[in-house]
């Protein structure tokens, strides 16, 4: 009998041994506490740069949702059911947006890049949600003289730095618009043998499922360095840190750290027109 998909299940190539396992179907995940697990620690640093030059980078239907502020962040993830306790860790550079849907205007945080140092969820994340998933090497953070940092590289070539300084408790939380959807990706799978095509091209959604909380916020000064590579150092993406070193900062909008515990599946994803 002829392997063939069943409708409602995750498969990932090679799809011949039945569904996938990976965040969204996993041994033990009926038991799963999303509301404690994974632990995680987010160092991130935002500033505000050129609109024009963000604008270029969005898809067609998107536009910038408020000032245009770019936000980058260190995610280190630990305790997550669908690695037996495993974790990683990941690095994001996003910015607010608006994207007119069929349905109306849909306003989130558009993810530019997101880096993993792990193969396994770069692959979940990218085909079956449509996220921008890259591989870097993304070490522990660094605390040093009271500032916490870290630097993404590949290969040995070190492209991407975040810092946070000056840092103290915070016991208020960002306050979330109402309006806020969720994270905005921009899914492409181009055809294979005919290139510039695409089997698949659309927006999806993830929105804010998380289930858990901030057990600790700290805020400071925050500090964003691209480094210029040549293109013999990052063969595969020199092309897109040069377009992040073009962006000039014009100021800082700070730094912070948190410590958090609970997370979400990311089942709700779809897609949006």
């Known amino acids: 009998m002829a392997f063939k998909p069943e409708k409602g299940n995750y498969y990932r190539m090679p799809v011949f041994f039945g569904p996938?396992?990976?965040?969204?179907?996993?041994?033990?995940?009926?038991?799963?506490?999303?509301?404690?697990?994974?632990?995680?620690?987010?160092?991130?640093?935002?500033?505000?740069?050129?609109?024009?030059?963000?604008?270029?980078?969005?898809?067609?239907?998107?536009?910038?949702?408020?000032?245009?502020?770019?936000?980058?962040?260190?995610?280190?993830f630990d305790g997550f059911g669908w690695l037996a306790g495993r974790g990683y860790n990941m690095c994001d550079l996003k910015l607010n947006v608006v994207f007119e849907s069929e349905n109306g205007p849909v306003h989130g945080t558009f993810l530019v890049v997101r880096y993993e140092n792990l193969t396994d969820p770069i692959l979940s994340g990218r085909e079956e949600l449509g996220h921008?998933?890259?591989?870097?090497?993304?070490?522990?953070?660094?605390d040093h003289e009271g500032k916490k940092e870290t630097a993404m590289s590949w290969l040995g070539?070190?492209?991407?730095?975040?810092?946070?300084?000056?840092?103290?408790?915070?016991?208020?939380?960002?306050?979330?618009?109402?309006?806020?959807?969720?994270?905005?990706?921009?899914?492409?799978i181009p055809t294979t043998g005919n290139w510039g095509d695409s089997d698949a091209s659309y927006v999806t959604l993830t929105p804010p499922a998380w289930n858990g909380k901030v057990i600790r916020r700290l805020e400071g000064s925050g500090n964003v360095e691209f480094i210029r590579p040549k293109w013999e150092d990052l063969p595969t993406m020199y092309h897109m840190i040069d377009a992040f070193c073009d962006l000039p900062q014009l100021e800082s909008r700070g730094g912070y750290f948190l410590e958090m515990e609970g997370g979400a599946s990311g089942s709700e994803t779809h897609r949006i027109d």
């Open 132 to 142: 921008n998933k890259l591989w870097c090497k993304i070490p522990p953070v660094r």
């Open 20 to 76: 996938t396992p990976g965040p969204r179907q996993f041994k033990g995940i009926e038991n799963y506490d999303w509301e404690t697990l994974p632990k995680r620690h987010v160092l991130g640093a935002r500033f505000l740069t050129d609109a024009k030059m963000l604008e270029s980078w969005l898809p067609e239907g998107f536009s910038l949702w408020g000032e245009p502020v770019v936000t980058c962040e260190a995610t280190y």
């Open 157 to 188: 070539t070190t492209f991407w730095k975040i810092s946070a300084s000056d840092l103290s408790e915070s016991t208020e939380l960002p306050k979330s618009d109402p309006k806020f959807a969720g994270l905005l990706s921009y899914k492409h």
